[in-house]
């Protein structure tokens, strides 16, 4: 059938009408108007008419679709109902205790209901007296800056990390693409060789990297003892190329 706008259909009922619903008087009185080329064709104007005639309209009749019964209305009210009561189940697990396709159970969640998977976010534990505290840090700072106002500029900030000596990749920040699972597997030692590093930083600039090693240059682990040889041996010798008045 020629594809026809809704007015070039309501055109071709109503010329159909108005020539004593003649097929061929049809066909020819639209040529005239819309053109040989562009004009339908005999054929199309009879399908056209019946589906007029059975159905009282000229638009597209929608296909059914055929009803998921695994992406069902009940089925979706009963995961989100465990969602919200166990928002931490795993796509398996839940799937296993719903009895829903695994697959199935991943469009009803993120097609049907829109949830989307997020990550826990880890941070300090704070004990009962932490809160004390650090309203007593606060003020203790608050009272160091107004004695001097420059305070702030001697605070230095330091951390130490551990670097793997062997190319070691997070593998949360690893993806390959393809169209098909590579199978890659990436093997490592159990205990890979890695060195720690420390390193600060103020508003004089940077202070370091120092790495924990003993004499051999073999990575030790920090302790109290290995940070105060740190301090005392590194850290207050490194102030000698700053500008440091007070």
Known sequence: MVRLSLQE??????????????????????????GRNEAPNESTVRRLMLKFKQTGSVQDV????????????LNQAIVFDSVLTSPTTSLRRRSQQLAIPLSSLYRIMKIDL??????????????AGDRGKRRQFVEWFHNMQVEDADFAMKIIF????????????NKQNCRLWGTENPQQIEQ?????????????????????????????????????ERYRDMITEFLWPAFNDFDITN
């Not at 055109?11 to 619903?21: G, P, R």
């Not at 330091?158 to 990749?169: K, L, T």
Request: proline residues 4%; glycine residues 6%.
């Open 114 to 127: 829109h949830l989307h998977p997020y990550k826990l976010q880890l941070t300090q534990e704070l004990k």
């Open 9 to 34: 259909r309501v055109l071709v009922v109503k010329i159909f009408y108005c020539h004593s619903e003649s097929y061929a008087e049809t066909v020819r009185h639209l040529r005239h108007i819309m």
């Open 62 to 73: 929608k296909t059914p679709t055929r009803q998921r019964s695994r992406r069902s209305r």
């Open 158 to 169: 330091s951390d130490e990390a551990h670097f793997h000596m062997s190319g070691f990749v």
């Open 188 to 224: 490592r030692q159990m205990h890979p060789e890695r060195v720690t590093v420390w390193c600060g930083f103020w508003s004089g600039g940077v202070i370091g990297p120092y790495f924990f090693q003993d004499e051999y240059e073999n990575t030790v682990t920090v302790n109290g």
